[in-house]
């Protein structure tokens, strides 16, 4: 089934071009059928391949999928053109009386910052608290996943000495867990941050689970135990290029940046790095749209 997008948006475009089944809101009109409705809450800078990398991850399922995009009001991106944002995007006075299905928060670039110092702060745990009742389940990526954490359950972050950055190793600890099922034992997924979450504080936790760890990346997948809240702290969505652009990015800034490891074959930044984590990505996003949120929402919203 498709997933259905604005028809301007320009990640249609490239996601047609993958030969990925998108439908137009033209064509939707057409149909009778009842969409899963996903709100995507994009804190990260450059809005537009963020929304590509998602509406990808999204669109490998058998779901119908119908995307709004929702930015804060209290913090303009300057890296996005305003157009795209006022053409494509709502803000929560727009959404905060209506329900979704499923609802992601994306990371943001804002980690060495203490929570309640970020600009947006205040909004955000609006919207978080706001997601509890009118959410079924909320996907969590990254900060969004360090910014849940910390909001709904008390969990801090803390800086790490460098920059996680590259593809890891990691295993299932909870293989039972629908949202684990078709993993294999050992799986890559991409990380880029600066802080972590002490998997100490995750296990004696009474209300979250570790799903999955890696031995030098550490933390990678929590959840509620009521599975409303799933927390990611890599990337998956991240495609080929990603890591490379923001290396090329950090290394323009005059920053002192490692080679994402992992990444590079023989770490030579001149040959095309090997894709480890599509079909992870993939299976991730599919057994949330279905075990998480199709079938624990109800069928009619309100």
Known sequence: MPIKIPDALPARHVLENENVFVISETRALHQDIRPLKILILNLMPLKIATETHLLRSLSNSPLQVEV?????????????????????????????????????????????????????????????????????????????????????FGIKKHELSQKMFGIFQHTVKEPEEPLMRGFNDLFHAPHSRYTEIKEQEITDHPDLILLSKSEKAGVYMVMSKDKKHIFVTGHSEYDATTLREEYDRDLAKGLDIAIPENYFPNNDTSKEPMVLWRSHASLLYSNWLNYYVYQATPYKLD
Not at 71 to 89: A, V
Not at 96 to 107: A, E, F, L, V
């Open 68 to 152: 709004d995009f929702l930015m804060t009001s209290s913090h303009i991106s300057k890296n996005t053109p305003r157009e795209h944002l006022f053409s494509f995007y709502k803000v929560f006075d727009e959404v905060r009386n209506h329900k979704y299905d499923g609802m992601i928060i994306t990371g943001a670039p804002v980690e060495l910052i203490d929570f309640e110092e970020v600009n947006y702060w205040p909004e955000l745990t609006e919207i978080m608290d706001w997601s509890k009742t009118n959410v079924t389940s909320t996907f969590h990526i990254c900060w969004g996943a360090q910014a849940g954490l910390y909001h709904h």
